[in-house]
């Protein structure tokens, strides 16, 4: 775009994070490096009249975002809106169609419809920025899409979802359980009143997907995503896992082989020391492998209204400052969709935790089970609780086919001393 002395944005979604953008550039409205000075010069957002920590009664008002998008008195249209479907996205195909640049922070839009939207911006010339879609304010993005371009990316992996990291890191801290710490959060503002998005692990899987899509150059696939959430997480697996030297997170993984792409987000056991166990409370982590460069671990918030309107404003600088790249690493025209690698030759470690009746012959079962069907034992602990109706014991698998941990998980569910069906939980591989 052309050096201007004043760049107009229009902003549409006026949470918290619209309005830590408006907060930002009102406080410092020349940030754009070598630019101008920036101007809010629309906004659009559900209720005019919530309340709001900036006042926005000077700015003009637009009751629909498409029309936001379409106006003429903006330069870049800046969507904070949210969702993959329905008012984001239809605001965000009607300032590309017009060649417009749009800078968002939503990461369902990107990871459902990023090869479409991408295609739009190339055809009309316009640029598409979301670095605030993942990790908040630390730059994951602008890592991928600029830093490692030298290099050919092969594994990334991390906790995108700061929500969940802190519902875990809570829950062993305090000894309280999930139910009680997710409505601690709720109450405290920390997690949403529909929690599903975050908790259900899709959210990290939006977000794990747009960072394969910028490693491995091909269209976010979001449905190719395998996604688990951490509500099935026991505090009895957190403590469990803690007494072998584990910490349970919520892992998201994307990792290139020649069979394909593996796009994954569970709750997974990452040893004590390992820096993804140490990135507590709702903190974000990130490991990017590059073939020559190596790991590469950034760490950082991944949410809030500062950190999050900081990342959008880096995306406004670098439109304002004439960028031009593909929206992923190739043009939008040439994208193709992951190629899934085939998850029934995956293969992994597992924590195995059963609740069984306190009887003679009950580990020798359990051993035969794993035996018979070909896994191999890594640690065993059988460890009495107090107050609980039977023992749970705990085991840690070598490496072995994900299918043939399955089967002999099936023929541990079928030892008439279980108390519980297993739980089971994978061993990161990071
Ligand atoms: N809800 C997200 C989280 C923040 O808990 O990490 C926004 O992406």
Request: aromatic residues 4%; glycine residues 10%.
């Amino acid at each position: 775009m052309k050096k201007k002395d004043v760049w107009r944005i229009g902003v549409a979604g006026l949470g918290t994070v619209g309005a830590g953008l408006l907060e930002l550039v009102s406080r410092r409205p020349h940030f754009a490096p070598g630019g101008g000075l920036v101007s809010v010069t629309g906004v659009s957002a559900r209720n005019r009249a919530a309340k709001r920590s900036v006042d926005i009664a000077a700015i003009p008002w637009f009751d629909n975002p498409v029309d936001l998008a379409r106006s003429t008195d903006n330069d870049i249209f800046v969507e904070l809106i949210g969702g993959s479907e329905g008012p984001a996205k239809a605001a965000v195909e009607a300032a590309l169609a017009m060649g417009k640049p749009v800078v968002t922070a939503n990461k369902a839009l990107i990871a459902c419809h990023g090869a479409k939207l991408a295609a739009l911006a190339e055809a009309n010339g316009a640029t598409l920025l979301f670095e605030a879609a993942v990790m908040g304010g630390t730059p994951a993005v602008k890592m991928l899409r600029e830093a490692m371009v030298g290099d050919e990316v092969e594994l990334v992996a991390g906790i995108l979802n700061g929500t969940c990291n802190y519902i875990l890191s809570e829950m062993e801290a305090s000894g309280r359980d999930f139910r009680d710490v997710l409505a601690d959060a709720q109450r405290l503002g920390y997690a949403e009143a529909d929690p599903t998005t975050d908790i259900g692990g899709f959210d990290a899987g939006h977000k794990i997907t747009i960072l394969a899509a910028l490693a491995f150059g091909c269209a976010p696939t979001y449905p190719a995503a395998e996604v688990e959430g951490i509500d099935q997480v026991e505090l009895l697996d957190i403590r469990l896992a803690k007494d072998l030297g584990y910490r349970i997170k919520l892992v998201a993984t994307a990792s290139r082989s020649a069979g394909g792409v593996s796009v994954r987000v569970h709750p997974a056991l990452t040893p004590l020391d390992h820096p993804l166990a140490r990135a507590g409370g709702a903190l974000n982590a990130l490991f990017i492998e590059g073939r020559t460069i190596g790991r590469i671990f950034i760490q950082g918030p991944g949410a809030g209204a500062g950190p999050t309107a900081a990342a959008v404003a880096a995306d406004i600088a670098d439109v304002i400052s004439g960028a031009v790249r593909p929206v992923f690493q190739a043009p939008a025209t040439t994208l193709e969709p992951f190629i899934p690698i085939d998850q029934s030759r995956a293969t992994g470690r597992a924590y195995i935790r059963l609740l069984v009746k306190d009887e003679p012959g009950v580990i020798a079962a359990v051993s035969e089970s794993l035996a018979d069907a070909g896994v191999s034992i890594d640690s065993f602990l059988q460890k009495s609780v107090e107050g609980a109706d039977g023992v749970p014991i705990v085991l840690t698998t070598h490496t072995a086919p994900e299918a043939v941990l399955s089967e002999a998980v099936r023929r541990m569910s079928a030892l008439p001393a279980l108390l519980a069906p297993p739980r089971v939980i994978r061993i990161a591989r990071i």
